[in-house]
């Protein structure tokens, strides 16, 4: 079936190389109007040359930025591939961004072209540009749509379809038939490949400029490392604008030969899964909890018969699944009881999941709880860790199969060489470190040494096993005014490893104890509520129930039981918690697009709330801004109470070691 | 570098001739009289949004355009044909498709199959062949279900194309329906009350909707709607019903204006109202 992996050393070079090797084999897929719809490496191969001849007939140059804003589409990977064909860096951007965010990233990168998805997107980009015309700033010249719905009133010479675009660059291919094969000649590994800008927890966005090295040769250690071929199926849901989505669906996809399938909507990702069933797939962990949340919602709404065979056999899959996976010994009754559940149980979960066919499953980005970790191990699949970041290409470190744990995040990967600082942080140097942030060089300067050695900015340690554990970011680890350590992140973890607690924000920097802030999860929650019969009408009803609050405390006490456990943590127990009446959201900069918790952010917007924390009150008032999807900005008005969290005062002689 | 300064602006919208037109119709249901001597005109492409006070006749107008009422006088001449006795289904294959102010969907059938009656008086296929469900009949439903996936993605409801329709919040219930309307492929859309009951973000979507439809198809749109907001955003012309009487007729602007309009809404003391 393989015919084993592409040469080159850009893109453009592996794509003719696996039109060559693969012509026939479906490279890309697109379900649209119910069918999957399909594209062979051949058929990619001339998409990829009418774009990049009607992008270099349109004007753009060697050097140019490209803007690409808009859902995983075939023509969207395709654009990247076109453009750095001619030379030009693609700069896909994050597509549910509002104006004013999306402003910035075009403007920092100087983009001159847009391909974007539909009318949404054009607005966007005509909203940002109007003010621009008038005060003569550089804009965008033109802009590239692929869906033409609602667009027919738009007459501005600026705008063109993309099949337009690639009617003009067939034109202009079939009138410079040498074009195309030189201008991929011209490219090698050491050109920028793409910037991609981080949402960054603190600051302004910051552009990641990768060469087509770092992702080339980073993607092609971690396919010889997990055998990837063109056999492997995978679907392109994740951001475009994220690394990762680079790294799996073009630099793997390209190495390899893979197909990837595009989802036909964002509302329908599960669907296309489950239909795709793919064999190497990815997600940050809060969606393999999403799935796990959903499927235990399910069971309890299943016949008493199927809920008391799913409790038996996930029961003995806890214990002897991932023992089996990792080809360890297993007593043979236990392995005749697995196999029956694999008949069962496990086969058919797995199957409705789409996820019969995983071969191999990465997580990364946050802790994953160890629950939930487990759940789809002792299922039989082999879900790993990694660790990784843009400035790194993602592979850093990742779990060697048959050497999986729940609470690291694996060996260096290929080619990765990692050290831990006196300080506790996190550093390594690779195939996929950064060439540089654009145009700011002195934020390169403070994360990269002249001989690439890149400062994650991560405190972690190794184990005793050689595998890398992160405990939290370097600057948020502090201290309780007692001298107790005290990682917000590690406290913040353990809670939302509760699947009622969706986010959870930690306080105790140079203060007397630890405080939180808890986010409850809607769906869980309400699940819960409506069994005990407690009605609700908004999450912010659900999140002022006293009893939800009850619930709350006893989660919070578990965690602070488990932190007594361990000496140089047992003092940073949670003492007082409020549960928040509204969700975090990344509109009103609470969170990154990536959906991480800016504490920083959250602290100052409530610090009413966080004063009202150490003061003793059993309730605080707060008025908040809320900015809804659209942009237009409201208040809301809460009186939120405060409640106290049981902690274990009597630790039990606890060895903790720190290797390093 | 195009000198262009201005934000997308739509194009002015030319409108046809009268693709329906109603004169002096009138309609009693015993004693009551619902309409009373109703003249009015909807141009093609043009949306026209019927409103007026609760049991204004407003529905009751719908249904004498579809041929579900029969008015006992005046006529109705549809595409340059008058009438004065159309069947609904007349209606129907003549390109007159309509949504209900209370949803008549299929409960128990999935968004997909629902969305297919739409296409049932474009079938030609007689039983037999539907029935052995081979040849001529497959190419024919295949034919149907491509323009249905298209009507699915103009809606964006793919991820509810197998969902039993019964199971679906109000909302998406109500953009189904609008679906079953367009797999019609009608010239003429009526529309009774397709905000009703919906939230504020459900009834932008269904408001693009409906300008959508307007615009990528050149469908006339015969609405009716009680969110004033709505009907003056979206129609180019407004008839303004009140006891079955036709008060006002002109652009959303106009009509705004018109005392009758405002009595109407606001509630002078009718005689009717005086008499009781």
Known sequence: ?660 | MTALAEAPTPLAKSFGGPILTVENVTLAFGGITALADVSFEIREHEICAIIGPNGAGKSSMLNVINGFYNPQSGSITYKGVTRTRMRPHQAASQGIARTFQNIALFRGMTTLDNIMTGRLLKMRRGLFWQAIHWGPARAEELEHREFVEHVIDFLEIQSIRKTPVGTLPYGLQKRVELGRALAAEPDLLLLDEPMAGMNVEEKEDMCRFILDVNEEFGTTIALIEHDMGVVMDISDRVVVLDYGRKIADGTPAEVRGDQAVIDAYLGVVHETESTS
């Open chain 1, 1 to 660: 079936m393989s015919s084993g992996l592409s040469e080159g050393d850009s893109f453009p070079k592996l794509l003719i190389s696996n039109a060559a090797l693969r012509a026939a084999r479906p490279a890309m897929r697109e379900k649209e109007f119910g069918i999957w719809q399909r594209w062979t490496w051949a058929e990619v191969l001339d998409e990829v040359r009418s774009l990049a001849c009607g992008l270099a007939a349109a004007g753009l140059k060697r050097g140019d930025k490209l803007a690409i804003i808009g859902d995983n589409r075939p023509q969207f990977y395709w654009s990247m591939v076109a453009a750095q064909v001619i030379g030009a860096v693609p700069v896909p951007m994050y597509q549910d961004s509002i104006a004013e965010e999306l402003a910035y990233v075009l403007a920092h990168s100087e983009a001159r072209f847009a391909i974007v998805e539909d009318q949404e997107q054009v607005d966007k980009l005509f909203e940002i540009r109007r003010p621009q015309e008038k005060t003569g700033e550089a804009y965008i010249e033109k802009i590239f749509y692929k869906d033409s719905r609602g667009m027919r009133s738009y007459k501005q010479d600026s705008l063109l379809s993309i099949a337009d675009l690639q009617a003009a660059g067939r034109a202009y291919d079939a009138e410079n038939p040498e074009f195309f094969a030189t201008e991929i000649a011209k490219g090698n590994g050491g050109d920028i490949a793409i910037i991609l800008y981080t949402s960054g927890t603190t600051g302004k966005p910051k552009g990641v400029m990768l060469s087509f090295d770092n992702i080339i040769i980073t993607a092609r250690n971690s396919v010889e490392q997990d055998g990837l071929s063109d056999a492997d199926d995978v679907v392109a849901y994740l951001p475009m604008a994220w690394v990762g989505d680079n790294v799996f669906s073009l630099g793997q996809c390209y190495v390899a030969g893979f197909c990837v399938s595009c989802p036909e909507s964002t509302a329908t990702v599960m669907l296309d899964i489950r239909e795709i069933g793919p064999t190497y797939f990815f997600a940050p962990p809060r969606i393999f909890e999403n799935i796990l949340t959903q499927v235990m919602i399910r069971m309890e709404d299943a016949s008493a018969i199927k809920r008391r065979m799913f409790k038996f056999f996930m029961g003995l899959a806890r214990r002897v699944g991932p023992a089996i996976l990792d080809g360890r010994p297993v007593a043979f009754l236990d392995r005749l009881g697995y196999a029956a559940g694999r008949v069962l149980v496990y086969g058919p979960l797995m199957n409705t999941l789409g996820f019969s066919r995983i071969r191999l499953a990465y997580t990364a980005g946050e802790a994953i709880g160890p629950d939930i970790f487990d759940f789809y191990r002792s299922l039989g699949m082999n879900l790993k860790q990694l660790y990784g970041m843009t400035e790194g290409a993602v592979f850093v470190t990742t779990q060697p199969d048959g050497e999986v744990k729940a609470d690291t995040v694996g060996k260096p990967s290929p080619g990765v060489d990692i050290r831990i600082a006196d300080s506790g942080e996190v550093i390594f140097r690779g195939p996929g470190v950064f060439r540089e942030y654009y145009k700011n060089p002195q934020a390169t300067a403070e994360v990269k040494t002249a001989d690439g050695w890149y400062s994650t900015g991560d405190a972690g340690f190794f184990d005793d096993d050689g595998h890398l554990k992160i405990i939290d970011r370097a600057a948020d680890v502090g201290r309780l005014n007692d001298g107790t350590l005290y990682a917000p992140k590690y406290l913040e973890n353990k809670l939302k490893f509760f699947p009622h607690i969706q986010e959870a924000v930690a306080f105790g920097d140079r203060r007397d104890e630890a405080v939180v802030f808890i986010n409850i999860d809607l769906e869980a929650v309400g699940s819960w509520a409506e069994r005990l019969g407690i009605t609700y009408g908004s999450y912010r009803e659900l999140a002022a129930e006293p009893r939800v609050y009850d619930l709350i405390a006893d989660e919070i006490a578990e965690v602070n039981r488990d932190l007594a456990n361990d000496a140089q943590l047992a003092g940073s127990q949670i003492h007082r918690f409020l549960i928040l009446h509204k969700e975090l959201d990344a509109d009103d900069g609470e969170m990154t697009r990536t959906r991480k918790v800016r504490r920083g952010f959250v602290a100052d917007k409530y610090a009413v709330l966080v004063e009202a924390l150490y003061s003793g009150a059993d309730h605080a008032e707060i008025e908040t801004e809320v900015t809804y999807e659209d942009g237009r900005k409201g208040a809301m008005k809460a009186d939120l109470m405060i409640a106290r969290a049981a902690t274990t005062t009597a630790p039990a002689p606890a060895t903790m070691k720190i290797a390093s």
